[in-house]
């Protein structure tokens, strides 16, 4: 897995768009495909996440995506809608996977 950190967040919201073609809704994401994740680094201003809380959470997508759901991101019945945009389900689903994998 490669990593991709824009110095600052404005960094990323000017350049993440023009430079891999992603939006920057979000403080970073894991592109499958490409094995690489794109964030930008932070200070506890920037983000209530750490860098090291995104890496885990968006490292979990990679586990969930790699073992857990078949067929390519966007692609099944379980995308439909804005549900998975959603902040908080995300979060909660992210934490219903690790607590199924530490079990």
Request: hydrophobic residues 35%; negative net charge.
């Amino acid at each position: 897995m490669d990593d991709q950190a824009l110095p600052v967040p404005a960094k990323y919201e000017q350049y993440q768009c023009y430079l891999y073609g992603l939006y920057t809704n979000n403080g970073g994401i894991y592109i499958e495909q490409d094995a690489t994740f794109y964030t930008y680094d932070r200070t506890v201003n920037d983000s209530i996440y750490s860098l090291e809380e995104l890496f885990r959470h968006e490292y979990v997508h990679y586990l969930a995506a790699r073992y857990l759901i078949e067929g390519d991101f966007g692609s099944l019945p379980m995308y439909e809608g804005d549900r998975m945009t959603d902040s908080t389900r995300d979060l909660r689903s992210t934490l219903q996977v690790v607590l199924r994998m530490m079990a």
